[in-house]
């Protein structure tokens, strides 16, 4: 079982797990599986390991910000982050710096997370393989000669190999969801308007989405607790209250009819998924 934000935030507000050490841990298995996955185009370990001994100065003086204090993640290269280049996996942005963060990576520092580094993905998020890519092909971390998906697959493999505990990706067609889906992880499109996405490499403005990748449902909450708000500098964020996220998960669903659609979606399915979903294929008049 991997572990999640939840319990390692747990230890880590009770001065039982360092931020520095969970960081080291981190990057060592960046240095050791990197070079198979491709996942990262650009790793931040100095500043990492110096924010990550910040953090630990800091909770250790009774200053603990939240949950992801002391936590480290990764970007999607197609985030701004002042003074790092942002690329977008792309040879006309391989030597672009940017002079602000995107207002994501604004929160997420002010939450106290630790950034990683910039992770690798398809060219200007425009692909669902992450194999055209200026920095090379990613590969899925449970099996490196498959896709990752994309295009935030550099993103969601991270998180699959243990990488970093959570990671934020894009998307504008699936592109968040698909590679999560790949690489066996949870990934987040939020509802348009309510994530700022100020600050990064757009695809299409009107559907462009930022959204988290975690290990699990309630880590993703955790991100979005974080990620989530108004942004009065992005034209499309939406001015709404916030919602505690985590704490709805603990709330009764009450009753919830779910529909699935047999025709198309089910159409041709290959035996090996119909098992997996335990379904038998498309059955005549569903709806």
């Known amino acids: 079982m991997r572990s999640t934000i939840q319990q390692l935030s747990e230890e880590i507000h009770k001065r039982s797990l360092s931020p520095v050490e969970l960081t080291r841990d981190c990057?060592?298995?960046?240095?050791?599986?990197?070079?198979?996955?491709?996942?990262?185009?650009?790793?931040?370990?100095?500043p990492a390991l110096a924010d990550a001994r910040r953090a630990e100065q800091e909770i250790q003086s009774g200053h603990y910000r939240g949950p992801l204090h002391g936590i480290p993640i990764?970007?999607?290269?197609?985030?701004?982050?002042?003074?790092?280049?942002?690329?977008?996996?792309?040879?006309?942005?391989?030597?672009?710096?940017?002079?602000e963060d995107a207002e994501v990576v604004r929160r997420l520092r002010a939450a106290g997370a630790i950034i990683?580094?910039?992770?690798?993905?398809?060219?200007?998020?425009?692909?669902?393989?992450?194999?055209?890519?200026?920095?090379g092909e990613v590969h899925n971390a449970w099996d490196p000669s498959r896709v990752a998906g994309g295009s935030s697959g550099g993103s969601a493999t991270s998180v699959a190999a243990g990488l970093g505990l959570a990671a934020i990706g894009t998307d504008t067609a699936g592109s968040v969801r698909l590679p999560a889906a790949y690489c066996g992880v949870v990934g987040l499109k939020p509802t348009y308007g309510r994530v700022s996405a100020r600050g990064v490499v757009p695809l299409s403005w009107s559907y462009d989405h930022v959204g988290p990748?975690?290990?699990?449902?309630?880590?993703?909450?955790?991100?979005?607790?974080?990620?989530?708000?108004?942004?009065?500098?992005?034209?499309?964020?939406?001015?709404?209250?916030?919602?505690?996220?985590?704490?709805?998960?603990?709330?009764?669903?009450?009753?919830?009819?779910?529909?699935?659609?047999?025709?198309?979606?089910?159409?041709?399915?290959?035996?090996?998924?119909a098992q997996a979903i335990g379904s038998k294929g498309p059955?005549?008049?569903q709806r």
């Not at 060592?28 to 491709?38: A, C, D, G, V, W």
């Not at 290269?77 to 940017?98: E, F, H």
């Not at 108004?230 to 704490?247: C, I, K, L, V």
């Open 27 to 46: 990057l060592t298995r960046i240095e050791k599986l990197n070079p198979h996955l491709n996942a990262f185009i650009t790793v931040l370990a100095e």
């Open 74 to 99: 990764g970007l999607k290269d197609i985030l701004d982050t002042a003074g790092v280049r942002t690329t977008a996996a792309s040879a006309q942005y391989k030597d672009r710096v940017p002079t």
């Open 116 to 135: 990683l580094g910039k992770q690798n993905l398809h060219e200007f998020a425009y692909g669902g393989s992450s194999l055209i890519s200026f920095f």
């Open 213 to 273: 990748i975690t290990n699990c449902v309630r880590d993703t909450a955790i991100m979005l607790d974080v990620i989530a708000g108004y942004d009065p500098a992005d034209p499309g964020s939406a001015d709404m209250p916030r919602q505690n996220y985590t704490s709805c998960l603990d709330q009764p669903l009450g009753k919830i009819r779910i529909g699935v659609l047999h025709t198309f979606f089910f159409d041709d399915l290959h035996a090996e998924v």
């Open 283 to 285: 059955r005549e008049n």
